[in-house]
């Protein structure tokens, strides 16, 4: 089996009926609840940022 990786412009008309199709044909996986709010969280700039491993570790407490 091939894997292909296409990018599709989902600000576009045809881009997002072509990703709704993909998704109702399984091609694409919805994520869970979990994951769409971290996501948003992401966009919204809410993300800790480090620099170094150890700051990750302090963060993560």
Do not use: D, Q, W
């Not at 989902?10 to 994951?35: D, H, Q, W």
């Amino acid at each position: 089996m091939a894997t292909y990786t296409i990018t599709v412009n989902e600000r576009t008309k045809e881009g997002r009926c072509l990703v709704r199709y993909l998704k109702t044909l399984g091609v694409i996986e919805i994520p869970n609840e979990t994951t769409r709010k971290a996501i948003k969280e992401l966009n919204e700039g809410k993300g800790t940022v480090c620099n170094t491993f150890e700051e990750y570790l302090e963060a993560s407490k």
